[in-house]
Structure formats: structure tokens, C-alpha cells
T-cell receptor, first 113, second 109 residues
Framework: NAGVTQTPKFQVLKTGQSMTLQCAQD?????MSWYRQDPGMGLRLIHY???????DQGEVPNGYNVSRSTTEDFPLRLLSAAPSQTSVYFC????????????FGEGSWLTVV | EDKVVQSPLSLVVHEGDTVTLNCSYE??????LLWYKQEKKAPTFLFML????IEKKSGRLSSILDKKELFSILNITATQTGDSAVYLC?????????FGTGTRLTIIP
């Protein structure tokens, strides 16, 4: 069972570069989301989607874009990387919207130098 | 703004001890409260609670929700070194899941 797949697992970027974190799920979940996790801050919601074609901002959306052209995929784009975006990123999915068990990807460790 | 507060922030106990982790919340349109265990990688699901007063149990772990006082506790009895992890509480509200900062539990052999 693939579940939620995130790539890449590790990435080092230079300030100002752009990149896309990929996320795919094979459980036909409507709801997908991206979180970042920083020491002492817990998991903070960046963007989320309640279905294909629908996205919305979370708690910390600045500097990130998302799109949801299919149910399976929910890529996260960093437009111009900054050192403040050094973090661990988790993609997650669940049936319907929040209230159901949420499944996490393995995480992507991103360092911006 | 939705808020989830966990306490204590960290806890160090000896193997065999019993621990209680706390989670209080303020969330609009509460749907459920979830507990996760996070070791080195992604959080893994422990419990989902939706109703007050009904204890959920899984082995040595148990959890209960109080929707009147807006909190939940996670109990771990007879702790083992494999219980060392960060325990995350999350509350589902309007289309969003809000996480607490977690409690870091360390079990000393």
C-alpha cells in the first residue's frame, strides 16, 4: 500500500531558487494538506484542499503555492526560497474534510542556504 | 483563531512509570480530537475521539475527551523505552486540523 508519497525526502536549495515538493495519495481521499514542522512550533498548516480544483490557505501560506488538478496529487511550490523556509514538510490526506483520521507522508527535509 | 495547547512540553520518567499527557483546545465547530505519536518521521495515528466521557484504549495507552471542559488526556501505563516520542494532539474544526506543539516524552531504562 503506497498511502501518501512525498518527494523529495531531502533537498538543499539556495536562497531565491524555486522548487516543488510532490505529494500523491492513492486512497481516493478528498482532503489533502501541507504542514511544516519547526522545533517548538508543532505542525502548522500551509495550504489545504477539500477536493480537485479547490485550494485554500492555512496558517502560514506566504511564500508557497499549491494546486489540485487531480484528486491524487497536491504539489507544494516554493516560489523564491528563503532561509526561513528551512523546515520539515509533511503532506497529509483524509476522507472528506477534517474530523477523520489523517494520513501523513514520510516528510521532506528542506534546507535553504 | 483555533488553539490547541499541550502540557507538559516535555516529560522524563523511568521505565514502568505511568504518565498523563494533557491537551486543551479552543476550536470553532469541533468535530474530533486526534492523538498522534511521532518518532523520527511522520506522525502515526493513535486515537480519534468525538464523544465526551468514552475512553478509548489500545494496549497500555488510553485516552478520554471532555467536551464541556475542552480537554483530553492521554495515559500511558507501564511505560517502555519504545514509548519515547513526541505525542501530538490535533483538533478538527472548520475544514482544518490544528495541532498542538506536542509533548516530548523520554523514558529512561
Amino acid at each position: 500500500n503506497a498511502g501518501v508519497t512525498q518527494t523529495p525526502k531531502f533537498q538543499v536549495l539556495k536562497t531565491g531558487q524555486s522548487m516543488t515538493l510532490q505529494c500523491a495519495q492513492d486512497m481516493n481521499h478528498e482532503y489533502m494538506s501541507w504542514y511544516r514542522q519547526d522545533p517548538g512550533m508543532g505542525l502548522r498548516l500551509i495550504h489545504y484542499s477539500v477536493g480537485a480544483g479547490i485550494t485554500d490557505q492555512g496558517e502560514v501560506p506566504n511564500g508557497y503555492n499549491v494546486s489540485r488538478s487531480t484528486t491524487e496529487d497536491f504539489p507544494l511550490r516554493l516560489l523564491s526560497a528563503a532561509p526561513s523556509q528551512t523546515s520539515v514538510y509533511f503532506c497529509a490526506s483524509s476522507y472528506a474534510n477534517s474530523g477523520n483520521t489523517i494520513y501523513f507522508g514520510e516528510g521532506s527535509w528542506l534546507t535553504v542556504v | 483563531e483555533d488553539k490547541v495547547v499541550q502540557s507538559p512540553l516535555s516529560l522524563v520518567v523511568h521505565e514502568g512509570d505511568t504518565v498523563t499527557l494533557n491537551c486543551s483546545y479552543e476550536v470553532t465547530n469541533f468535530r474530533s480530537l486526534l492523538w498522534y505519536k511521532q518518532e523520527k518521521k511522520a506522525p502515526t495515528f493513535l486515537f480519534m475521539l468525538t464523544s465526551s466521557g468514552i475512553e478509548k484504549k489500545s494496549g497500555r495507552l488510553s485516552s478520554i475527551l471532555d467536551k464541556k471542559e475542552l480537554f483530553s488526556i492521554l495515559n500511558i501505563t507501564a511505560t517502555q523505552t519504545g514509548d519515547s516520542a513526541v505525542y501530538l494532539c490535533a483538533v478538527a474544526g472548520n475544514e482544518k486540523l490544528t495541532f498542538g506543539t506536542g509533548t516530548r516524552l523520554t523514558i529512561i531504562p
